[in-house]
């Protein structure tokens, strides 16, 4: 029988996220006996022509190449499955989007003329049709085996939907902001990163970006009780998914 075939993409990112694929270590060999993975430059320079059956791409839309080159990713692809903060939100680059990024280019680049870029740096799923969503800077390294395993067998993903608070709960962490009075981003987070941060007794970043309703209003009078302003709330939600819809509208009560 004939395997499926894999391609991993990479737009604007770090690549975290596809480093994450690799980091699946004894996984990974029981994933390869299931598919062919035909295109993956971080890992192999073997590379086979599509189309593809699934593809994973990290990375934002950043640049008029990047809009280009995912018209075409989303033509040989089957499935296509976003992986990370920076193909799902934007990144941390997505901070230009709240400023002129045509005033920031001259002070980062020394010949600012041969920069092509865009205003704003924007996820696959405002330009391209997106199958499945993986959230996380970096994304989980389980979530991934099981998005790929589901994908093989013909059945929908198990994915969290709650926030970081019920991983919190699962591992036995007390809150840190009931505990020790540490602002933490863990309520209106979605779970998935297993709340490593609270169990070193620090405030949730908010990696996995927004969970499905979250009442940042409510925490934000939280932090306020705690003593973090207006400043403090600002600069927690606009990191690595300031561009994701319910952190990015949030921020604007802060400014």
């Not at 395997?3 to 029981?30: H, I, M, N, Y």
């Not at 035909?38 to 934002?60: H, R």
């Not at 969503?133 to 589901?150: D, F, H």
């Amino acid at each position: 029988m004939t395997r499926p075939t894999l391609a991993v993409w990479k737009f604007s990112s770090c690549d975290g996220c596809q480093l994450s694929l690799l980091d699946c270590e004894d996984e990974l060999l029981a994933i390869a006996e299931g598919l062919r993975i035909a295109y993956f430059p971080e890992a192999t320079s073997g590379a086979v022509e599509g189309p593809y059956d699934v593809s994973l791409v990290e990375g934002s839309v950043t640049t008029p190449h990047d809009l280009e080159r995912i018209q075409e990713v989303r033509a040989q692809s089957g499935l296509l499955v976003t992986i990370g903060a920076c193909a799902t939100a934007g990144g941390i680059q997505a901070l230009r989007n709240f400023a002129d990024v045509r005033e920031w280019i001259p002070l980062v680049y020394a010949a600012p003329d041969f920069i092509s870029t865009l205003e704003t740096s924007t996820p696959i799923a405002d330009h391209v049709q997106v199958d499945l969503e993986l959230r996380g800077c970096p994304i989980s390294k389980a979530q991934l085996v099981e998005t790929v395993s589901a994908l093989l067998n013909a059945r929908k993903p198990r994915l969290p939907s709650t926030s970081v608070c019920m991983e919190c709960k699962a591992r036995g962490t007390p809150c840190v902001m009931v505990a020790i009075g540490t602002p933490c981003l863990g309520p209106v987070t979605q779970a998935g990163c297993g709340a490593i941060c609270p169990a070193y007794a620090r405030g949730c970043y908010g990696c996995f970006g927004p969970m499905e309703s979250p009442n940042i209003t409510a925490l934000a009078r939280q932090w306020q009780e705690l003593g973090a302003g207006d400043d403090v709330m600002l600069r927690a939600l606009r990191t690595f998914n300031a561009n994701a819809p319910a952190f990015r509208e949030a921020s604007y009560e802060h400014e």
